[in-house]
């Protein structure tokens, strides 16, 4: 601690990480340059990249990844729009766009063999362009707004198609949807929310701050922690990327920068508040912080080691996004922590009281001391009972009764997490009127959603005639729409594949359930046909398949994650409080306060925002935050009765332990689920949904299980809530006179 808040010291500290950083900053790479949105989630193992792999290497037509032009005209699409498609067709045909591997050549089709494949409404038209399945989506991108110009070219009777209004009457309308579209719009709503999201985090914490602390001072020291934070990891994790060691998308920084300032001001709180309340007490601004620093370092550095260990439990997952999140998250916390215990000290030992103006802390006697300076009548130093006081009062007093209800609130939210629906469906995590979902819709509403993005079923046949069996097989399905013509591979004539259109939403978990009934089916009829050991000889591809890889990969990694994250936060509690019954029991409460976020959230979600399904990755995320994050302010509370109880009886210790913590972590839930809400003004359906729910799991923790059912809990446990270190504490009154007896 003198090293921090010397004489010399707390400059020393402050040139330190100023240097490191303007170092960084220097001689790396930063972040952003560096972070990759067409990044994979699954190894090679998975059967869907198996299947990409082949199609691939034996059907090259079809290896390029689709973008679908869903042209529209509400009075219906003339000869003349038409012939400008053909037009485009041949002009992309000379002039491929960049990255274009292929285009349907409708150049060479009579119009009306073009007319047949026009809607029944005769209004939308669907023209497909190949891209290069290598290519980033920044190339995408580049290709779509190439094609935007040749478009306005050809078109010039229209004025720009894929700026018109999709819902006006005599406009021509086109949208880029399919994968392609996809991707580029996943990436645009991505880039467009880094910078607002940064600037509504800030401007969050920052009015927060105020709030609580009324000091224009104190709110810019730990957004001033942070932001050193902030420019020391982003080259680093550039730097990191840049020798090969991690990969990271935009999600992962956009969520790593709501953390950084949520948990990070957090840190920060804890330290400042303890600092306050040591001013009112001791002159010596010295002595104040140093005894600020003993009796919250240990607190803070627990949380943080508890949070970056859980983090780091993500290296285990299979599944590549929720992967990636495991090292920017970690090492920011990481670092964010160190920052807490060195450089905010340090900030506070330059400014001292001047820390808190206008409202700064002195000690009684500096009061008065001011007073007669000021000529002003001596100050009446009454005492004041504070919220936190009486909250502690009546917990001590009411326990059992605090406890049922507590516990019955939050069971009755956990009721609702059995209702929730769940989805993988990507293009529902879009705003309705991003430009892929807009296409798909008039797909959807014009010809088979199913056409949007066929499922590729690719059979080795082994040279016998089981082709037309196999076709008919997959038609007689019930869900099948449509089953093309097989195709056989370019190197092995014996493989041969089927396009097979579903007759619903290709992203909907009705089309995802479907998976293991095609491939059931191709097995089947090359069963029928004589050949062994057919499920070797069937491969299912398409983006259907691979939100089913999706769904059965993040529920294994769900069922290996969730329980190390928990075995690794008791092994830690267990450590820093040495009691197995309040290991326990502070456990059980945040996975209890997690279960009724995900009800809680649902509700909100569901009957207030209108959410017809919660994305399938929310679970595992929101746990990892909330569990994490919560376990976080049990400790710092827990940690306070802990102290207190060993000089005096566990009633007084819980009561004043509560009422010693009970601000400050109010203050840092507020902040922390704030931030965390902040992702819900995005319009990335998956973010609004993580945002919410983790919110929701914060605010939960901070006003219901922290202030009411864990030290209820402790109270009704008595001298068993630190067993086996039970004997060590003080006896109650009630004891000592019952042992005098």
């Known amino acids: 601690m003198r090293a921090v808040s010397g004489k010399w010291g707390r400059w ?16 790396l790479p930063k972040a952003d340059e560096l972070k990759n949105d067409a990044l994979g989630n699954f190894s090679s193992n998975k059967p869907s990249v198996q299947a990409e792999q082949l199609i691939k290497e034996q059907f090259p037509a079809g290896a390029g990844i689709p973008a679908l032009l869903t042209w529209h005209r509400q009075s219906g699409l003339s000869e003349n729009d038409l012939s400008n498609m053909q037009a485009l067709a041949k002009e992309l045909a000379a002039n491929p766009l960049p990255h274009q591997v292929g285009v349907v050549p409708l150049d060479q089709l009579p119009l009306p063999a073009l007319k047949q494949q026009l809607s029944e409404d005769q209004t939308t038209f669907v023209q497909t362009i190949l891209f290069d399945k290598n290519v980033d989506s920044k190339g995408l991108k580049d290709g779509l707004t190439a094609l935007e110009k040749q478009t306005d070219a050809i078109f010039t009777a229209d004025s720009h198609p894929f700026q018109a209004e999709v819902n006006d009457p005599s406009a021509l309308s086109v949208r880029a949807t399919g994968p392609v579209g996809i991707a580029v719009d996943a990436t645009e709503l991505f880039s467009s929310a880094d910078v607002s999201l940064l600037l509504a985090t800030v401007l969050l914490v920052l009015v ?58 957090d840190y920060c709180l804890f330290l400042i508040t303890k600092y306050r309340s040591a001013l009112k007490l001791t002159a010596d601004k010295f002595a104040a912080l140093k005894h600020a620093f003993g009796s919250s370092a240990g607190a803070i550095a627990m949380s943080g080691l508890t949070v970056v260990f859980s983090l780091l439990v993500l290296l285990m997952a299979e599944f590549g996004s929720i992967r990636r999140f495991a090292i920017p998250f970690s090492l920011a916390i990481f670092i964010m922590m160190i920052a807490s215990l060195t450089l905010v000290p340090a900030f506070l030992a330059l400014l001292g009281r ?9 000690t009684p006697e500096m009061e008065i001391d001011r007073a007669k300076k000021k000529g002003k009548l001596l100050p009446v130093l009454e005492p004041k009972v504070s919220l936190g006081a009486r909250l502690g009062e009546s917990v001590t007093r009411r326990p059992k009764q605090i406890t049922v209800i507590s516990t019955i609130i939050l069971l009755i939210c956990v009721f609702f997490a059995t209702q929730i629906k769940y989805t993988f469906d990507t293009l529902s995590s879009f705003p309705s009127d991003s430009a892929s979902r807009e296409g798909f819709t008039l797909i959807a509403d014009h010809f088979n959603a199913g056409e949007l993005a066929p499922v590729q079923v690719i059979v080795q046949t082994d040279g016998k005639a089981a082709v037309e069996n196999v076709r008919e097989t997959l038609a007689g399905l019930p869900f099948v729409k449509k089953v093309s013509e097989p195709a056989a591979g370019a190197k092995d004539p014996s493989l041969q594949s089927y396009n097979v259109e579903l007759a619903t939403n290709p992203y909907s978990m009705e089309a995802i359930s479907h998976i293991p009934n095609i491939r059931q089916a191709a097995e089947q009829a090359l069963t029928g046909a004589g050949l062994p050991d057919v499920q070797d000889k069937v491969w299912i591809g398409g983006q259907t398949a691979e939100q089913f890889d999706t769904k059965e990969t993040t529920n294994k ?12 936060i008791a092994l830690l509690l267990l450590a820093y409080l040495r009691s197995i019954t309040a290991m326990l029991y502070l456990i059980a409460t945040v996975l209890l306060s997690y279960f009724s976020a995900l009800g809680l959230g649902w509700l909100v979600l569901h009957y207030l925002l209108g959410a017809d399904a919660l994305q399938g990755l929310i679970p595992l995320y929101a746990f990892v935050f909330i569990v994490a994050l919560g376990e976080d302010y049990n400790i710092f509370m827990i940690s ?79 001298r068993h809530s630190f067993w086996p270190a039970s004997a060590k504490l003080p006896q109650t009154s009630e004891q000592q006179a019952q042992h005098s007896s």
């Open 557 to 568: 990694d769900a069922a290996v994650i969730i329980p190390v994250i928990i075995a690794l």
């Open 354 to 362: 001047a820390s808190f103006f206008p409202f700064i802390p002195r």
């Open 208 to 265: 927060f701050l105020l709030l609580i602390y009324r000091s224009p001072v104190l709110a810019l020291i730990p957004l001033i922690a942070v932001g050193f934070v902030y420019e020391a990891i982003t080259p680093l994790l550039g730097w990191m990327a840049e020798q090969g060691w991690i990969e990271f998308d935009s999600q992962s920084l956009s969520i790593m920068t709501v953390l950084l300032f949520g948990a990070g001001t």
């Open 640 to 718: 306070s009765i802990w102290k207190k109880a060993r000089h005096m009886p566990l009633k007084q210790a819980v009561k004043e332990g509560v009422a010693e913590t009970s601000s400050v972590i109010s203050s840092a839930g507020l902040i922390l689920a704030g931030t965390f809400a902040v992702l819900a003004t995005l319009p990335i359906q998956v973010l609004v949904q993580f945002g919410t729910v983790t919110a929701i799991g914060v605010l939960l923790d901070t006003f219901i299980v922290r202030p009411f059912l864990v030290p209820a809990i402790t109270v009704l446990l008595g």
């Open 12 to 27: 020393i500290i402050v040139v330190a990480w100023t240097l490191a950083v303007v170092l960084l900053q220097i001689g």
